[in-house]
């Protein structure tokens, strides 16, 4: 391989070439190089060479014509990445290499059964926390910021510790085992055992001593182990899908494979999505079947809690199977330098670039957008739906149908990029999320008036809300996978590297934390103040108006700059190729070659090969 690569080195001219008339005769020049005892360098320098036999055929019998031609053909076959004269093709299934297939199959069983996890996780820990006894959706704003986030940074605190002390094995099986007890446990022990560990009493006497907007905050204390089960449930989502599955994928794959086939993870997610929204409605609906005075929802939870177990333990195997049978790609050992920013450089950075400041108001507006609807939506819905086993079997339709249209969206997100651009495909998004929060805030504030028209089609206005804000998050989050997140990576492209490496990091310390605390803030400021969730409804709705205007307002500014750079590097391309010049060259009395270009010449010094 080595006497190849210093073939296509020897064929290739230096910038100013002094002294290479005999690169520019093959049949002495290439011939002279390889089977020469002593050949001579650009500058008179000797150069240096290994004959590798069984990559370069030897010379004996073989005429100097054949030899030349072998060597090219070697070369011209190193830089197409064919096999070389000598090699064993890699065996291929379907195009695609064995040792890729032996990866990316596995890899995808586990993103698979991760997804599948994280849905039926989901919606139970909303059905345990919004219809408890006690609680109600006014609990998810104080449950996000006192409980979720204090916890979030503690594990990965206790992570980065864990990762200076294990190997990448043991960390992987030390994080995810304690979530697959947990959640085992919680089903067949903790559930059962609620109604004996669950302060209720004292809860009671501190609602009636405060007050019923301090509901949500004792609510935390009143069902403890249901809100531990709701951050579990939330950090599977960050930890085991972001950290350990991401994580391995990166350490497991090349760049070319991950280009190829991890799109096709995306989609993957949703079909889970799909399979996992059935499953929950299937156990939702088992209390259909039970006799009287039997908790349906206590066997709905050992049911779902067992799939999310088994799925649990088969994600270990594949871990393990994949470390034992699948070669690990060689990586570079020189580390990049990462820019540590701190909150108040992050801030200042932000402040700083317009350009940044626009894409974190898209970040942050739909943060607080989501949550803003969502909770509402949450709590519209344990009216409708009080039982736990009827919220659980609606939130089980409720992801299917995300699945599909996720799914649908992606496929559609192709054409919307091509079709009609950036500015477009950044757009729907709010819009879609502004529309569908009107109809939804509507349907809450004016529902009366409407409720001899709704009640034609066999609807009231509490049902009709919950079916729009179902429709409203359906369609924001599909837009939101689809065109939202590709929109915002692809806005760094076009940025210098400093400043796309700086923003990146500024937004993910401040922006992402913000927006999806924000929205909780705001929500526990109005509980706060107006003694309920539905009392603040109105001025909610005005705040997501307000919002989502400055998130199109931000996206049709940031759509300006995006095609500004994006036209500045384009003329740049025009200009650099523009600007080649192929030297024209003529040889000298000396036997050296001079460049026909009016610049002036350098004498160029080539390494020693």
């Known amino acids: 391989m080595e006497a190849v690569l210093q073939t296509r080195g020897l064929l290739s001219l230096p910038p100013h070439p002094t002294r290479v008339r005999s690169l520019l005769n093959p049949s002495q020049g290439l011939k002279h190089r390889l089977f020469a005892s002593k050949p001579l360098g650009l500058n008179g320098l000797s150069l240096s060479y290994k004959r590798v036999p ?33 090699e064993i093709p890699t065996p291929k299934f379907l195009g695609i290499e064995l040792v890729t297939l032996k990866k990316i199959i596995p890899l995808g069983l586990m993103f698979f059964c991760i997804l599948f996890n994280y849905t039926i996780l989901r919606d139970t820990k909303d059905v345990l926390v919004v219809t408890a006894k006690g609680s109600s959706a006014e609990i998810i704003p104080f449950l996000k910021t ?66 019923p907007r301090f509901l949500g905050p004792l609510a935390i204390m ?27 994928a990166n350490q497991i794959t090349t760049v070319e494979e991950a280009k190829r086939f991890y799109p096709l993870f995306g989609l993957g997610a949703n079909i889970a999505l799909i399979f996992s929204g059935r499953t929950v409605k299937y156990f939702s609906n088992l209390r259909q079947n039970l006799g009287p005075g039997v908790d349906g929802w206590a066997i709905s939870l050992k049911g779902m809690m067992s799939i999310v177990v088994l799925m649990g333990l088969a994600i270990c195997f594949l871990y393990w199977w ?109 819009t879609v999320l502004l529309l569908s929060g009107v109809g939804f805030f509507s349907l809450i504030l004016f529902g009366g008036p409407l409720g001899p028209t709704l009640a034609k089609f066999g609807m009231t206005p509490l049902l009709a809300a919950v079916y729009v804000g179902a429709l409203q998050n359906i369609f924001s989050k599909s837009a939101k996978y689809s065109l939202f997140d590709p929109c915002k990576e692809m806005a760094y492209i076009p940025l210098d590297e400093d400043t796309k490496v700086k923003g990146k990091a500024a937004i993910d310390v401040v922006c992402n934390p913000l927006g999806k605390s924000g929205g909780a ?45 994006r036209r500045e590097e384009e003329l740049e391309k025009e200009m650099e ?30 390494s020693n090969i």
Request: proline residues 5%.
């Open 54 to 86: 069984s990559v370069v055929a030897k010379p004996n019998g073989l005429s100097p014509k054949e030899k030349s031609f072998i060597c090219k053909a070697e070369a011209a076959a190193a830089a197409d990445g064919q096999p070389l004269f000598g």
């Open 146 to 211: 006192w409980v979720n986030l204090p916890m979030a940074v503690g594990f990965m605190l206790l992570y980065t510790k864990l990762a200076n002390e294990l190997s990448k094995k043991a960390l992987f099986y030390t994080v995810i085992l304690p979530f697959i007890a947990f959640f085992g446990a919680f089903g067949f022990l903790l559930y059962p055992l609620s109604n004996h560990i669950h302060p209720e009493a004292l809860a009671d006497k501190l609602l009636a001593v405060l007050g």
């Open 222 to 248: 009143r069902i403890w182990s249901f809100c531990l089960f709701y951050v579990m449930a939330e950090l599977w989502g960050s930890v085991v899908i972001s950290v350990l599955f991401w994580g391995f």
């Open 322 to 430: 994949v470390n034992k049978f699948v070669p690990l790609p060689t990586r570079s050992k020189k580390k990049k330098e990462k820019p540590k920013m701190g909150t108040r450089e992050s801030l200042k950075f932000l402040v700083s670039s317009k350009y940044i400041r626009d894409l974190a108001t898209l970040v942050v507006a739909y943060g607080i957008s989501i949550n803003l609807v969502e909770v509402t939506w949450k709590s519209k819905l344990k009216a409708q739906f009080p039982s736990p086993n009827e919220y659980s079997s609606f939130m089980g339709d409720f992801s299917t149908a995300t699945g599909i249209a996720t799914f649908t969206m992606m496929l559609l997100s192709q054409f919307i990029f091509d079709k009609y651009g950036w500015g477009v495909a950044a757009g729907i998004t709010p």
């Open 521 to 565: 803030l705001i929500q526990q400021f109005m509980i706060l103040t107006f003694g309920s969730l539905a009392n603040s409804t109105p001025y909610l709705g005005g705040i997501l108006l307000v919002i989502v205007l400055a998130w199109l307002s931000a996206a049709k500014s940031l759509d300006s700059q995006f095609t500004e750079l």
């Open 577 to 606: 190729r523009a600007a080649v010049k192929i030297p024209v060259m003529s040889e000298s009395g000396n036997g050296s070659l001079a460049s026909g270009s009016a610049e002036t010449s350098e004498t160029s010094t080539p």
